[in-house]
C-alpha cells in the first residue's frame, strides 16, 4: 500500500538511498533537511523542506501540510571526535531535534517512527560480536543522544502509544549501483571513502589509526554494510510498526568483521590501483573490534543484506566517488 512518508535528513548520505528505496516501492516521500551536511542534488523526485528541527513553528507547518503515515529519521549531527569536543550542539541537535519532532508528530497524530540510532550506544564492546542484549553504556556524547533518544522513544510508546523502530547502524558503506547518489562528507571522516581517495589522488595518502590493536593484524575491525541493505531495513521496520505497537530496537550490520588493512586491501583489489598509506596513532575512542549480530533483525524483520562480500561494497563506493555527483 503506498504510504506517504517524511525523511527527516532525506539529502544525506543514508537518508537519500531511503528515498530512492521508498520511492522505487511507490510511496510518496516528502524529505525535511537542513542541507547542513546534505546536499540538495541528492534529493531527486521528492518534494524538499528546508528545515531545521530546532524550528518547531516551521516543524508544526510541515505536518500541517501534509498528513503522514509514518517518520524516518536520519538527520543528526553524527561525528564521535566532534561530539567529544562540542557536546552541548550534539545534545541540542539531536536531542532536542528529535524531541521537537517527536512533539510535532504528536500533535498531527502521526504514531509510526523509524529513528537512525548507531553502534555508539554500546560504547566499548564487551563481546566478540554485539547482540541487541549487549549492554548500552556509550563513551561519547553522539552515542550518548542516541540512546537517549532510544529511551525517550520507550516513554513515547508507555504514554502516548507511539510505534517505533530504533536501528542501530555498524559500518554504512558503499553507494547506490544505479549512481547517482553517494557517500559525500565534508570533512570526510570515514575509511572507505578515503581509502578510495588515497587511490584516486596520489598525492594523498591513507593514515592508518593504530596498528598495535589486540586484533590479528594489529588494525581496528569493523563491520561493513551497505546502505542499500539498511534502507531495506528500514523499509521491513516501517512494516513492523504497521502491526506490532511499542519501541523496537535492532542492530544492523553484516556480522563478519573486517581490519583497515582488510579495507585497503579491497580498495586496491577492486579499483587495480595502489592506495598510499602510512601507520599513525590511535585515533581517540576507537574500539578495537565492532561486529553486530543481526540475527534478531533476521528472525524479526526477515532482513537479510545481499551485499555480503566486502568488496561488492566497496566497488559500488568506487564507481559512486570516481565520478560524484555532488
Ligand atoms: N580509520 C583509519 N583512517 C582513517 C579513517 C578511519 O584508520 O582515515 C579507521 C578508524 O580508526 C576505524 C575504522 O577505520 O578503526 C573505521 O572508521 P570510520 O571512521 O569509517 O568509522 P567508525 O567505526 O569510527 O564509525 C562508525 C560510524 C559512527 C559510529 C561508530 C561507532 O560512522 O557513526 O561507528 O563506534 F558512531
Sequence with gaps: MTARILVCGGAGYI???????LQLDGHDVVVLDNLSTGHRAAVQGAGLVEADLLDAPELA????????????HFSA????????????????ANVTGTLNLLEAMQRAGVQR????????VFGTPRAPVIDETHPTAPINPYGATKLMVERVLADAATAHGLRSVSLRYFNAAGASPQ????????????????????????GRRLQV???????????????????DDLADAHVRAMDLTAREPGAHA??????????????????????????????????????????????????????TPQYRDLDAIVRTAWDWHRAPAY
Excluded: K, Q
Design 113 to 120: 517512527f523509524i529513528f537512525s540510532s548507531t553502534a555508539a
Design 250 to 303: 535492532f542492530n544492523l550490520g553484516n556480522g563478519a568483521g573486517f581490519s583497515v588493512r582488510e579495507v585497503i586491501a579491497s580498495v586496491g583489489r577492486v579499483s587495480g590501483r595502489e592506495v598510499p598509506f602510512e601507520e599513525a596513532p590511535r585515533r581517540a575512542g576507537d574500539p578495537p573490534v565492532l561486529v553486530a549480530s543481526s540475527t534478531r533483525a533476521r528472525d524479526v524483520l526477515g532482513w
Design 15 to 21: 537518508g537519500a538511498h531511503m528515498v530512492r528505496r
Design 179 to 202: 549512481g547517482g547518489i553517494g557517500e559525500s562528507h565534508v570533512p570526510e571522516t570515514h575509511l572507505v571513502p578515503l581509502a578510495i581517495a588515497a587511490a584516486l589522488d596520489t
Design 77 to 92: 549531527r553524527s561525528l564521535v571526535g566532534e561530539s567529544m569536543a562540542r557536546p552541548y550542539e550534539y545534545y541540542r
Design 61 to 72: 507547518r510541515v505536518f500541517d501540510a501534509h498528513r503522514f503515515d509514518c517518520v524516518m
Design 209 to 227: 589509526f593504530g596498528t598495535d590493536y589486540d586484533t590479528p593484524d594489529g588494525t581496528c575491525i569493523r563491520d561493513y554494510v551497505h546502505v
